[in-house]
């Protein structure tokens, strides 16, 4: 008799064990479904806008052929500036989320959209007020106004608790800055260079790009990536400019500026992530990727980092990059850039398993 309950005991055990071990496989299974990162929020300039100012009263579009020519699934101009996908999009797919980020102005999407994703960017926009007024695009602080708006419509969509996890939770991915320089401060129109230094105008961009991430972080945001500058001198647009000049090459003047803009955002990125323990921000040191690039184009298997593909390469972008346009190349992966000021979809894949790569060393993922 002892025995008889000896052996249902055992067996009682066993269907125990059984039962825990199919459990937490379970539970291991829908954890590894479910993505880690609920969603993936962007805000900034072209370098990120996925469709936005498609929907705005500006001349600075993308949404016509030969743009978009690579996107997955066929040829399709969205309104990204490039042959195909941006670093969100890439950001996006390698967090297990939609391969494509939707832009929030975009009426072919809904709030379940993007409560996956949502991009607020404008193309030609800036930290700066009076760069996205140069080509009449969403300036920052309107990106930030749409961020608010979301959330009301994410708390009604999926209630107050989630909403809060799914903003919490995100990858907030922020690209910004070369358009204060390049569109606003050296093109003069804005009256900047009269009231600024550059190097003043530097410390007016970080202050600017600090009190975007503060309040980002006050209306919820806990992981954040923020880009440095480029060599910007080494745009092609810029090397025609340098062309014409009489010099040729990149505009050394330039990048110089934007490593020591990059200094001081880095700086400030610091000092933000000791004020607000709660915040996971990562810079994004873009100018040393793409230098090497530059100095180094066969380790990536391109053939021209001076031009871009479209058209000359030299000056066209938006309208100008056109399917009218000669000469545009054949094969965009031999390029560094696609048009006179934007990457290649090869470079932006690049660029986004860099950020993944510097989210994951600075603790942000």
Known sequence: MASGHSQLAETALWLLLAMLALSIGSSAAASASAPRVPAVIVFGDSTVDTGNNNQIGTTLRSNFPPYGRDMPGGARATGRFGNGRLPPDFISEALGLPPLVPAYL??????????RGVCFASAGTGVDNATAGVLSVIPLWKEVEYYKEYQVRLRAYAGAARAR????????????????????????????????????????????????????????????????????????LERTTS????????????????????????????????????LKLAYIPVYDAMLDFITNPGKFGLENVEEGCCATGMFEMGFMCNDQAPLTCDDADKFLFWDAFHPTQKINRIMANNTLNDCYQQGVL
């Open 243 to 278: 062309l014409l000049r009489g010099r040729g090459g990149c505009i050394e003047e330039y990048n110089r500026v934007a490593r020591e803009y990059n200094a001081k955002l880095e700086a400030m990125v610091r000092g933000l992530r000791a004020k607000l323990p709660t």
């Open 106 to 115: 975009d009426p072919a999407y809904g709030i379940a959209d993007f409560a």
């Open 165 to 236: 996890a799914i903003v919490r939770g995100a990858l907030h991915v922020v690209s910004i800055g070369t358009n204060d320089f390049l569109e606003n401060y050296y093109m003069l129109g804005t009256g900047r260079f009269l009231q600024y230094t550059v190097a003043e105008f530097s410390d007016f961009i970080v202050d600017g790009a600090r009190w975007f991430l503060s309040e980002i972080h006050r209306l919820g945001a806990r992981r954040v990536t923020f880009a440095g500058l480029s060599p910007i001198g080494c745009l092609p």
